[in-house]
C-alpha cells in the first residue's frame, strides 16, 4: 500500500511559478511509476507529467511540455513538478498517482485508469 499526500498548491500569479511535492509512504518507492494530473471545474482529469523508476524517464503532456518540469528525490519518497510560466488555465485540483513500474513507455503511463494509487490533491489557482 502507498499513500500519497501533494502540497506546495496555492495562489499564483500569470507568468509565476510554483512547485507541487508529492510525499509517498512506502520503502520500495524508487520502484513506482508517478504522475501528476489535474482537473479543472468542469472539465475531466487531464495527464500533466509522469516520471518512471527506471532512470527517470519523463512524459509531458503537450500543455505542460517546456514549462513544467516533473523530479524525483528517491531518498526522499518525493517527486515534484515545477510548474514554471504559470497561466490562468493552468488552474485546477492537482493529483499525484502511483503504481508499481511494470514497462512501457509514456503512453501507458498518461492513463490515470493505470494508476493504483492517488493523493487527495492540492489546489492551483493562476490569477491573470
Known amino acids: 500500500q502507498v499513500q500519497l499526500v501533494e502540497s506546495g498548491g496555492g495562489l499564483e500569479q500569470a507568468g509565476g511559478s510554483l512547485r507541487l511535492s508529492c510525499a509517498a509512504s512506502g520503502r520500495t518507492f524508487s520502484r513506482y511509476a508517478v504522475g501528476w494530473f489535474r482537473q479543472a471545474p468542469g472539465k475531466e482529469r487531464e495527464f500533466v507529467a509522469a516520471?518512471?523508476?527506471?532512470?527517470?524517464?519523463?512524459f509531458y503532456s503537450d500543455s505542460g511540455k517546456g514549462r513544467f518540469t516533473i523530479s524525483r528525490d528517491d531518498a526522499k519518497n518525493t517527486v515534484y513538478l515545477q510548474m514554471n510560466s504559470l497561466k490562468p488555465e493552468d488552474t485546477a485540483v492537482y493529483y499525484c498517482a502511483a503504481r508499481n513500474y511494470v514497462g512501457g513507455g509514456g503512453g501507458y503511463y498518461v492513463h490515470e485508469y493505470n494508476y493504483h494509487y492517488w493523493g487527495q490533491g492540492t489546489q492551483v489557482t493562476v490569477s491573470s
Open positions: 516520471i518512471l523508476w527506471s532512470g527517470g524517464s519523463t
